[in-house]
């Protein structure tokens, strides 16, 4: 069963950094898009930030300049730099990837909390 395994959220200062890693635990050569979402408390679900295989990214418009997303297509990784963080950055952060046939992979879920 392919997962999607995540790590490096945490408490950090506004203005600080933080970097999301996803490593895909089982088969990821399915994996057609890779990205990031978050959501906070009272919100829905949105997106971050994604990219396909082929290296095509694109972003959330309150995180263009700030924010990097990477891929590693032969260790099926994504990773998620994050820079000049802000209190409204605050949420649980989700690696998602897409399949080639459609399908939803999902994280578990990593807290990045921003203080002011």
């Known amino acids: 069963q392919v997962q999607l395994v995540e790590s490096g959220g945490g408490l950090v200062q506004a203005g600080g950094s933080l970097r999301l890693s996803c490593v895909t635990s089982?088969?990821?050569?399915?994996?057609?898009?890779m990205g990031w979402y978050r959501q906070a408390p009272g919100k829905q679900r949105e997106l971050v930030a994604r990219?396909?295989?082929?290296?095509?990214?694109e972003y959330e418009d309150s995180v263009k300049g700030r924010f990097t997303i990477s891929r590693d297509n032969a260790r099926n990784t994504v990773a998620l730099q994050m820079n000049n963080l802000q209190p409204a950055d605050t949420a649980v952060y989700y690696c998602?990837?897409?399949?080639?046939?459609?399908?939803?992979?999902w994280g578990q879920g990593t807290q990045v909390t921003v203080s002011s």
């Open positions: 998602n990837a897409v399949t080639f046939g459609g399908s939803h992979l």
């Open positions: 990219v396909t295989r082929g290296g095509n990214s």
């Open positions: 089982g088969n990821g050569d399915n994996n057609s898009i």
